[in-house]
Structures are given as structure tokens and as C-alpha cells.
T-cell receptor
Framework: DGGITQSPKYLFRKEGQNVTLSCEQN?????MYWYRQDPGQGLRLIYY???????QKGDIAEGYSVSREKKESFPLTVTSAQKNPTAFYLC??????????????FGPGTRLTVL | SQQGEEDPQALSIQEGENATMNCSYK?????LQWYRQNSGRGLVHLIL?????REKHSGRLRVTLDTSKKSSSLLITASRAADTASYFC????????????FGTGTRLKVLA
């Protein structure tokens, strides 16, 4: 099955700890994205990557870090510098089309709770 | 914030009725997309309309785009209880990067 997977589904973190959220896709998409969603809110872009070994900050990158060493993988680390990390995190991927961008494919999400 | 706005924020209708939700955005776009999100799940792509298109249909969905007003609407006809979800618009901006800006969402509840 082609798709995008995220793990774990639920994650609990103590204050002061770094945690890493996994995102893997087998769609052969060049672009990958991380979004944060707070209750009842829309999606806010954390980081995105259009190609391996390159990534760009989104609107709320502070306290987060990413890497893109492989096309299939785009892990997100939530560092202790992120003041309010409790949220639902969504990973997505997309491929550029012949005219503009194509749709995004989303993973099932990881719900992070800071204890 | 570059985030788009959607209205209404919440909508409750009876099964069989039509549901209309609107999206406004701020920047020049390449295309506009609508997504559905069931509670606690990832988003699912519904339909994409390009900046040079004015209307598009897909099954029970009808999307319009008015680039002069920077707005779009999504119409779901003959709604079903299974349509209960949050709906988001997302704009693919023309900055040269593959970046999407999401609206705040409309929570739709279809009553059986």
C-alpha cells in the first residue's frame, strides 16, 4: 500500500525532554511537511522540505528541528525549548505537478502530551 | 498571520440539506484545495481548483473560486451523516516554494 505513516500515535513527554516524531512516505514525493494543530484550530506549518538535505522554516519553527536525509523520511524533534508542545502533529507529502502543486497526502497524526 | 479564514466556524444541518462553507485568503495563489478531517484523524484531500478555473465539481461537491475577491466556497449537496467532519481550505501560494496555507476550518455536523 502506498501512503504516509506516522509514529507513534500517542506520545507523552515530561517537561525538559526532547522527543522525535517519525514520518515516512512511500509515495516517492519530493516535498514533505510538518504541521501543528491545536484543539478546534487550523493547521500551522512548522517545517517543510522540497528536496533531500534541504528544509525551510514555516510559521512556527521555534522549538522544533527536522532533518531530511532520505526522500522517504522527515522526522520532527520537539525540543525542550518549545514552550507549549502539547498538540496534534500532522505530517504530509506532495509532488509538484506539471502546472503548480498537487494535493497533499496526510499521515494519521501523532498526539503529543506534555506531562 | 497569513492564515485564511473560513466561515461559518460551525454549521449544523439536517441530513439531505445542502451545506455551504466559505474560505477567504490573502495572497496570490496557484490553486486552492479543500480537505476534510474526521475527529482525531489526518486530513483527506477532496478537490483542487486552479487559479484560472471558476468552478469545479466532484460527485456531491461543488467548488467555486473568485480570485478577484480572494474567496472560495464549497457546497456539499444532499448531505449525509457521514459528511460530519471539519473542512479546511488550503491555498498553494505562488512564492516559488511548495508551501500551503490552511484556513481555520468549518466544523460541519449533519443530523440524521
Amino acid at each position: 500500500d502506498g501512503g504516509i505513516t506516522q509514529s507513534p500515535k500517542y506520545l507523552f513527554r515530561k517537561e525538559g525532554q526532547n522527543v522525535t516524531l517519525s514520518c515516512e512516505q512511500n509515495l516517492n514525493h519530493d516535498a514533505m511537511y510538518w504541521y501543528r494543530q491545536d484543539p478546534g484550530q487550523g493547521l500551522r506549518l512548522i517545517y517543510y522540505s522540497q528536496i533531500v538535505n534541504d528544509f525551510q522554516k514555516g510559521d512556527i519553527a521555534e522549538g522544533y528541528s527536522v532533518s531530511r536525509e532520505k526522500k522517504e523520511s522527515f522526522p520532527l524533534t520537539v525540543t525542550s525549548a518549545q514552550k507549549n508542545p502539547t498538540a496534534f502533529y500532522l505530517c504530509a507529502s506532495s509532488a509538484p505537478g506539471l502546472v503548480g502543486y498537487n494535493e497533499q497526502f496526510f499521515g494519521p497524526g501523532t498526539r503529543l502530551t506534555v506531562l | 498571520s497569513q492564515q485564511g479564514e473560513e466561515d461559518p466556524q460551525a454549521l449544523s444541518i439536517q441530513e439531505g440539506e445542502n451545506a455551504t462553507m466559505n474560505c477567504s485568503y490573502k495572497t496570490s495563489i496557484n490553486n486552492l484545495q479543500w480537505y476534510r478531517q474526521n475527529s482525531g484523524r489526518g486530513l483527506v484531500h477532496l478537490i483542487l481548483i486552479r487559479s484560472n478555473e471558476r468552478e469545479k465539481h466532484s460527485g456531491r461537491l461543488r467548488v467555486t473560486l473568485d480570485t478577484s475577491k480572494k474567496s472560495s466556497s464549497l457546497l456539499i449537496t444532499a448531505s449525509r451523516a457521514a459528511d460530519t467532519a471539519s473542512y479546511f481550505c488550503a491555498t498553494a501560494i505562488t512564492s516559488g516554494t511548495y508551501k500551503y496555507i490552511f484556513g481555520t476550518g468549518t466544523r460541519l455536523k449533519v443530523l440524521a
